[in-house]
Each structure stands twice: as C-alpha cells, then as structure tokens.
C-alpha cells in the first residue's frame, strides 16, 4: 500500500516557469524525501526534510512540510527540460527507515 | 551516478524459472534495501539489511528472498517466476546508523529491468 499521495498525478509547463507539486501522507513520519525518475531509470535523490522542519531549499528546489495537515510541497522554480522526469515523495514511520512512496507527479516541461 | 551498482541492467526469463540480482551498495553503507517498481502497484519496499541481517520485511513474496554477505553486497532471489513479478527492481543504501533515521538519505541504484516470458 502507498502510505503518500502526489498532486497533480501529471504538471505540463513552459520552460522558465514553476512547478509545484503536493503529497500528502497518512500516518506520523521522521522524514520526507523527495525524489526523481527520469524514463525507466534509478530514483535521484532531491531532498530530505525532517519531521521539525517545516522548509528547505537546495538549488531551484524548496520543499515545505506541515505535519499538522501531513503534508508536504516541491517546487522548482525556472523549470528547464532536463527537470521533465517523474517526482515521488516518500516517507519514512518514526524508528524505521523502509520508505513509502506515492504514486509520483509526472512533470513535463516544454521548450 | 549515486554509487550503487546493480547487475545486471535487464534480465528475460521464462515462466517458472529462478533469477538472481545483485546489488553493491555505496562505501561505507551498510544498510540494503530492496524495492520493486510496477505499473500496477507503483515503488513498494520489499526487504531491508543492516550489516548483514535483516531489519525489516515488507511486501515481499515467500518466493523471494535475499540476503546481504559479509562486504555488505545484497543479492535478491526470485524464484517459480510469474508474468507479474515483471517489473524494475531497484536496491538502495544508506548509512543506516541505528537511531538515526531522521536524515538517513536512500541512494538507489539504476535498477534491473526483469521481464518475464
């Protein structure tokens, strides 16, 4: 079962703009990492915001978290192509580390 | 690149046959996970290592199993293969320092692509 959720399951943008993208979790967590998947390929690590954090930034990326409403936000700001990949959030239970993803954001950027 | 191998890259194999798939996680990782990636049922975690026992179970199949060996690789076994069990399996570590888990960061490997016939 997939503990998080990505809104929207797909983001189409013009180069030079922002995109964002929601995921909401059900249960408590010790942390959220975001991640991408370019095509059929290995999952980059973005990201990884603590459970007492509630903003972080690296690069074009800012990730908030609210743990009051479980959930959480990437944006990337002045997209480029080479950002069109898939983005899934996961979760990790407090005292565990296996990691529960979404079902992942489908973004694609147009030149 | 994150520093995990996996071997190999793409693996076809017929029904009712035994795969096995291996993993070398960055230096200095001692943590192993191993996920599976489906169109259906989307990234779920399979099973997890940690210096070469296992730490957590989760939705993996009594047809499968792995272990993790003494310098830490991970192999994953697939047996009495089915046409579901296609899928992209990725292993990932970490540092996987007990008590820790607030900033322990996953690096994943590039995946093997099994195709079942």
Known sequence: SQQGEEDPQALSIQEGENATMNCS???????????????GRGLVHL???RSNEREKHS????????????????????????????????TAPPG???LSFGAGTTVTVRA | DSGVTQT????ITATGQRVTLRCSPRSGDLSVYWYQQSLDQGLQFLIQYYNGEERAKGNILERFSAQQFPD??????LSSLELGDSALYFCASSVGLAGDSGTDTQYFGPGTRLTVL
């Open chain 2, 72 to 77: 830490l690789h991970s192999e994953l076994n």
């Open chain 1, 47 to 49: 990201i990884l915001i």
């Open chain 1, 96 to 98: 565990d580390y296996k």
């Open chain 1, 59 to 90: 690069g074009r990326l800012r990730v908030t978290l609210d743990t009051s409403k479980k959930s959480s936000s990437l944006l990337i700001t002045a997209s480029r192509a080479a950002d069109t990949a898939s983005y899934f959030c996961a």
């Open chain 2, 8 to 11: 190999p890259k793409h693996l």
């Open chain 1, 25 to 39: 979790y059900k249960t408590s967590i010790n942390n959220l990492q975001w991640y991408r998947q370019n095509s």
